[in-house]
């Protein structure tokens, strides 16, 4: 059974920097496709990033791009979500994601990903 559990969400001031921290258990961490992905109650999950099972491949959407990084640790099965420059728009709850599924049209549509984490909070003080 894989596992995902989110960590390092919290309050921050606009301008601040938060790093979420995705730990993987079970499965093959290293055939994933891992992505983050943020929703407010009674809206649709938005994608925000995702990495290659490489490592060297990444996406990010417009809103997030220049200000988010993701990275992954392979030997440590854990995926990281660098926020820097945030912004009050970035409140909301943050997913971590595993994909099995392979390609590049794969990390942007929340419906190729089969494992979710139970969410972290990200509020950002205006």
């Known amino acids: 059974q894989v596992q995902l559990v989110e960590s390092g969400g919290g309050l921050v001031q606009t301008g601040g920097s938060l790093r979420l921290s995705c730990a993987v258990s079970?499965?093959?961490?290293?055939?994933?496709?891992m992505g983050w992905f943020r929703q407010t109650t009674g809206q649709e999950r938005d994608f925000v990033a995702s990495v290659s099972w490489s490592g060297s491949v990444t996406y990010y959407s417009d809103s997030v791009k220049g200000r988010f990084t993701i990275s992954r640790d392979n030997t440590q099965n854990t995926v990281l979500l660098q926020m820097n420059s945030l912004k009050p728009g970035d409140t909301t709850n943050y997913y971590c994601?595993?994909?099995?599924?392979?390609?590049?049209?794969?990390?942007?549509?929340?419906?190729?990903?089969?494992?979710w984490g139970q969410g972290t909070q990200v509020t950002v003080a205006s």
């Open positions: 994601t595993a994909s099995e599924k392979t390609g590049p049209l794969v990390h942007t549509n929340a419906g190729n990903y089969a494992y």
């Open positions: 079970g499965g093959t961490f290293s055939n994933y496709i």
